[in-house]
């Protein structure tokens, strides 16, 4: 995956020890955050495209974190709740394909 995050954020292949640990602590939080969202359940390789997804948007915001607007120079940006809810219904599409169901605590069996 920090492959694929390096090439999405246009940065260099080339081994960067700094930036690469930097790139693998935000892509192993991303995927921690989604097991949570998964009731405890590690995500499939499947959604990698989440973590990735999220990764690049963590890393985008970094120097904002907690802000949820920011207004510079008449340009405004603002910032979603959860860098995850526009991925919340293939989040649920997975959790329902995998019969999780977290509020009971755990997987369902039919």
């Known amino acids: 995956m920090l492959k694929d995050l390096k090439r999405m954020l246009g940065l ?46 963590r890393y985008n915001r970094i120097g904002s974190e907690g802000a949820q607007s920011h207004t510079v120079e008449g340009e405004s940006t603002s910032f979603l709740s959860s860098d995850f809810d526009p991925y919340m219904d293939d989040i649920q599409a ?12 755990g997987i369902r069996w039919i």
């Not at 997975?94 to 605590?105: L, T």
């Open 12 to 57: 260099p292949d080339q081994d960067d020890e700094e930036l690469d640990a930097k790139l693998n602590w935000i892509l192993n939080t991303t995927k921690s955050r989604l097991k949570v969202l998964l009731g405890g359940i590690n995500p499939g390789d499947d959604l990698d495209y989440i973590i990735t997804e999220v990764s690049i948007v």
């Open 94 to 105: 997975y959790k329902d394909a995998k019969n999780i169901d977290i509020s009971k605590g």
